[in-house]
């Protein structure tokens, strides 16, 4: 959602804004061409977004999940 919320909400801890950052210095490091690694970071950012995206459905209730914007979150009813 880009609004920050969650690293107040987070109980461990976990900000995304520094893992980005973590992930582009990596990236940065990188001796491969600069197509490929923004190809290989985006193909990686999809799956930690994936599984955010199915933690947050396990763990919290249909009301906090539309509340969100998650749209398979309408679709369990």
Do not use: W
Not at 9 to 35: H, T
Not at 59 to 69: A, F, I, S
Request: hydrophobic letters at 40%; glycine letters at 6%.
């Amino acid at each position: 959602m880009l609004s920050g919320e969650c690293i107040k909400a987070c109980d461990y801890d976990v900000n995304p804004r520094f893992l980005l950052a973590m992930a582009r210095v990596g990236i940065a490091k990188s001796n491969k061409e600069v197509a490929e690694r923004r190809r290989q970071g985006v193909e990686m950012y999809r799956e930690v977004s994936h599984g955010v995206s199915v933690l947050s459905q396990l763990q919290l209730d249909t009301e906090v999940l539309e509340r969100l914007g998650q749209k398979s979150a309408s679709i369990r009813k």
